[in-house]
């Protein structure tokens, strides 16, 4: 099973969903075909789309709409908060390549802001997957719940056997005492690498897979806070607005403070390349968030020097 | 059309215009841009659409998205008129008890979408008209856009992706009264030529007296332009219409007129319309 056969499935077995895209096909080359009229190609017009699937939306229909993610959240925000998020209708976005995924792209297509931009919109659900599997097991709830849904999208292969997904619940991979790394999307495959390296220099290390970040997992992450544990804010996305953020204003609504490490883009955008290269350019390969952890624990003992071999990202439109 | 049926709805937009001019005050409302679209408003609501308190929720009803959203008090005026909600309703205008303010709201029986930002509706309609035609009904889906609105590219985008999936249930009408928020159009950024602009992007386009009676009838009633194209129906209006003392001025786009003001324009408003109604009509007023 994979993204496309998820979505031609579902669309057979309910009238209601619909697939919408601003000309960006690579997950869903096949559909034109068996879905006919409910496959809707509104060409490079993201704000046609959003406000043409809240149209769709007001009919009972749910479009699950594609385009790359800073184009949407980005040119089409407007429509997104005022047709999708004031109309509180169930258009499910569907980004692609969000956060380091651009990898080589460059800065226009970077959705480091995309978190940010959509939780701040009142009814919006922000959701990001470890990988395909995570994403395959979060998007039957995500498209049958009658809320606005924002997906960072991400088919890369899995290297974790996920839990069976739960709305609102994030995925609690271990528990520890020193250090626990909070994170989302597509850096959970290198916050596993580096939690096996920080095991190994003898930390005991948590590891969340958040999975939805509106609604957040508050118990999860409350209990996680106090653990007492050094917190690590693991995202590629703007420190600004996104988990690291979240966070923040979740310890400050519980009266709490926490020892926090962000591991985020502060105040850039990242060096565009292959993705190996922008994970070791950019310092978040598994390698190099083991060595910041520790370096914020002041270990002097570990180097933690063996280069991470990434995976690299096959993109396409 | 009959005399009698101009009359009619001639007298009824009169009681529309009074709405408006009624809601000019305690805070105001956009008064010359809602006089403009009155009459147009009148005639779909009255005579022409398949919508009425009755069928509100019917998937086959036809539609009317008001994508120049501050002319609301001439959609409120003519719900009102019409039973679409009690008169009284009106007088909670921004008042925090009701969602009635300077832009629609779906809180309001007959409203299909909020709308206030410009140049969104033309999209959302288009995605109701798509729907429509994908369960095989065919019904009116249309939409009101201002002139100044047109100044955003969304309008032309969403006409560019409804010509290119033929949708020919989308009808797109421009309330053309020859003024933006706060200078004349062919001022600030021109538009005409207008028609030919929207055939370039593939629509069927006829041009209209947007006060005419007559003239709505006869280009409404031929929808659709076109089997395979979305159609357009410019309506040349005044900003202003009724009212010659605020008629065509750019300072009377936004309006918030004293009581003593309003007495005085509601006495200029009869005196304007005096030639076309009986005196029935106005012993009433």
């Not at chain 1, 919109?121 to 049958?144: H, K, N, Y």
């Not at chain 1, 939690?195 to 509106?214: C, I, P, Q």
């Not at chain 2, 009116?140 to 949708?167: F, P, R, Y």
């Not at chain 2, 129906?233 to 003392?245: A, F, H, N, Q």
């Amino acid at each position: 099973m994979n993204y496309e056969q998820l979505i031609h499935e579902t669309a057979l077995a309910d009238e209601r969903l619909l697939v919408m895209t601003a000309e960006n096909r690579a997950l869903i080359r096949n559909l034109p075909g068996p879905l006919g009229a409910r496959f809707i190609d509104t060409g490079i017009t993201e704000q046609t789309m959003i406000g043409a699937a809240a149209g769709l939306a007001l009919r009972g229909r749910v479009p699950v709409v594609h385009a790359l993610a800073t184009f949407l959240t980005l040119r089409a925000f407007e429509f997104i908060r005022t047709d999708v998020g004031i109309g509180n209708l169930p258009v499910k976005i569907s980004a692609f390549v969000p956060g380091f995924l651009s990898d080589g792209n460059g800065p226009t297509h970077q959705a480091i802001e995309d978190v940010s931009l959509m939780r701040g919109i009142p009814g919006m659900t922000v959701f990001a997957p470890a990988d395909e599997q995570d994403m395959l097991a979060m998007l039957p709830a995500i498209w049958a719940s009658p809320s606005p849904a924002y997906v960072r999208v991400n088919t890369r292969p899995a290297t974790y056997q996920h839990e069976p997904f739960v709305m609102g619940k994030a995925e609690i991979v271990s528990e520890g005492t020193d250090i626990t790394i909070l994170t989302y999307g597509m850096l959970f495959e290198q916050a596993l690498i580096a939690k096996d390296l920080l095991t190994e220099a003898g930390y005991s290390v948590g590891l969340v897979n958040l999975r939805s970040l509106k609604p957040l997992d508050t118990e999860a992450v409350l209990n996680v806070v106090r653990g007492g544990s050094l917190v690590v804010t693991l995202e590629d996305h703007f420190q600004t607005g996104g988990l690291y953020s979240i966070l923040a204003e979740l310890l400050l609504e519980n009266e709490l403070t926490a020892k926090v490490l962000p591991l985020a883009l502060k105040e850039r955008w990242y060096k565009p390349g292959l993705l190996s290269e922008v994970l070791e350019y950019e310092g978040f390969t598994g390698q190099h968030i083991a060595r910041r952890i520790g370096e914020r624990l002041g270990d002097g003992v570990h180097s933690f020097g063996a280069k991470t071999k990434v995976v690299e990202n096959e993109f396409a439109e | 059309m009959t005399s009698e049926k101009k009359q009619a709805l001639s007298e009824l937009a009169l009681r529309v215009r009074e709405h408006i001019v009624r809601l000019s005050t305690d805070g105001g409302c956009f008064t010359g841009a809602s006089l403009s679209c009155a009459d147009l408003l009148v005639y779909l609501y009255a005579d022409f659409l398949n919508v009425h308190p009755g069928n509100l929720t019917d998937p086959e009803r036809d539609y009317l998205f008001l994508s120049k959203g501050h002319d609301v008090p001439a959609l409120y005026g003519t719900f009102a008129e019409l039973g679409f909600m009690p008169k009284e309703r009106l007088s909670n205008h921004l008042k925090s008890n009701d969602s009635i303010y300077w832009h629609p709201n779906r809180a309001v029986p007959g409203v299909e979408f909020h709308s206030g930002s410009l140049g969104h509706l033309p999209s959302v309609a288009l995605g109701v008209a798509l729907d429509a035609r994908m369960r095989g009904q065919n019904q009116k889906v249309i939409v009101i856009t201002g002139d100044g609105e047109l100044n955003e590219g969304t309008c032309w985008e969403a006409l560019l992706v409804a010509s290119a999936h033929k949708v020919n249930n989308l009808t797109i009408v421009v309330d053309r009264n020859h003024f933006q928020a706060n200078i004349a159009t062919e001022d600030l950024i021109p538009l005409e030529p207008l028609a030919p602009k929207f055939e370039a992007f593939g629509a069927v386009v006829k041009r209209i007296d947007g006060h005419d009676f007559a003239a709505l009838e006869e280009a409404f009633t031929a929808l659709p332009f076109s089997p395979d194209k979305p159609s357009v129906i410019i309506c040349d209006t005044v900003r202003g219409r009724g009212l010659p003392s605020i008629e065509r001025r750019a300072d009377r786009w936004f309006c918030n007129f004293s009581s003593e003001e309003i007495t005085s324009l509601l006495k200029e408003l009869h005196s304007q319309e005096a030639t076309n109604l009986t005196s029935e009509t106005l012993t009433v007023r």
